[in-house]
Every structure is written in structure tokens, then in C-alpha cells.
């Protein structure tokens, strides 16, 4: 994706603002992933910790890759990629949402949900119609996130989607199209 396309579907949630990710990021990015259990509950990298070449390696696979920065103290809260590379086999109308995570100093300043909304409006940008994203079961922050954006868990496997995972789809409503979900399924 184009830097430009993000940057045309930058939005203002209150004091937060949703950007395109840029090198500057990356040192601060990596400090909040800094142990071996914190970077599995984002990706299967196998590293002692988050590094800033990890980082790159995830955007250079992504369409979009964005953080989240809190206008009013200057500085980025969460980090976010879609992807549509990262999972062999994905059908052309989904897109992954991958490696989110939040500066644990904003844990409960809802910046998660301020990536989902941001990653749905890129999914609808995209004309995608599923957005897509995969926990692992012991992750609980994710499970209760995935709930809470109105993701569906897909009970039925399908072959393309990767085991030791829970998955969650979000069905992007068309453009023009109100965006009040129950159960995943758009409401008329």
C-alpha cells in the first residue's frame, strides 16, 4: 500500500492519531516487546526480544504497517501491519491484521481498538471484505480485543489458516455501508 493511500486515511480519534509507521519508530517500537514470551504473543520470530530488524523484516511483508501516537504527550502508543503475504493461502478478499501491540505504559487507554478501527478502515480502503487476525489461546489481552472489536471466531477450519491458533474474522461492510455489526454480519 501506498504511503500516500495511508496517509489519506489518517484519522483523529480524540487526542490520538492514526499514522503511517515510519524508521523513527522502530527503537521505540522494539522497547515495549522485551522478552521471548512478549514477542510470541505478537509473532512466531524466534529472538530473545523485539529488534528494530524484526520490525522491518514485518513491514516490508505488510501492506500497511501504522502506529497510533497520543497528540497531547508527542509520542506512539501501538504498532500495527496487515498483511496479505504473511499466511499462505489467504484468499484475495481477506486481509490479515498482524503484530499489534501497545506501549505497555497506555495498556488502558484503549489504543487497541484505535488500531482495529484504523485497520477496518484500511480493509475497507482496500476492498477487502474480511479482515483477519490470529491469537494464540494464552494471549487473553487479544481474545477480550477480538471481542470486544466484533471479530467472529471461525469454529470451522479452514486449510489455508494455520494450527496452534485461535482465528477471528471481522466482515468489512462495503463502502456506503453502516458499519453497526451484531455477530459479525453487517446490519440492514
Not at 529472538?47 to 514485518?58: G, M
Amino acid at each position: 500500500m501506498s504511503t500516500s493511500c495511508l496517509e489519506t486515511a489518517e484519522r483523529k480519534s480524540s487526542a490520538f492519531l492514526a499514522r503511517p509507521f515510519a524508521p523513527r519508530d522502530a527503537e521505540l517500537v522494539s522497547s515495549w516487546v522485551s522478552t521471548r514470551e512478549a514477542l510470541h504473543l505478537v509473532s512466531s520470530d524466534d529472538a530473545d526480544r523485539l529488534t528494530p530488524d524484526i520490525l522491518f523484516a514485518w513491514t516490508q511483508k505488510a501492506c500497511a504497517a501504522f502506529v497510533v501516537a497520543d497528540q497531547e504527550r508527542s509520542s506512539i502508543t501501538g504498532f500495527c501491519t496487515m498483511s496479505v503475504d504473511e499466511l499462505p493461502g489467504i484468499p484475495p478478499s481477506y486481509i490479515e491484521l498482524c503484530h499489534l501491540i501497545v506501549n505497555p505504559r497506555f495498556r488502558y487507554f484503549f489504543v487497541g481498538p484505535r488500531l482495529c478501527q484504523h485497520a477496518k478502515h484500511l480493509a475497507r480502503m482496500l476492498n477487502k471484505r474480511y479482515l483477519l487476525g490470529r491469537v494464540l489461546p494464552s494471549n487473553r489481552y487479544a481474545l477480550l480485543l477480538a471481542r470486544r472489536e466484533r471479530f467472529v471466531e471461525l469454529t470451522h477450519p479452514k486449510p489455508w489458516l494455520l494450527e496452534g491458533f485461535r482465528w477471528f474474522r471481522f466482515r468489512v461492510p462495503p463502502s456506503g455501508r453502516s458499519a453497526t455489526y451484531d455477530q459479525g454480519v453487517p446490519s440492514r
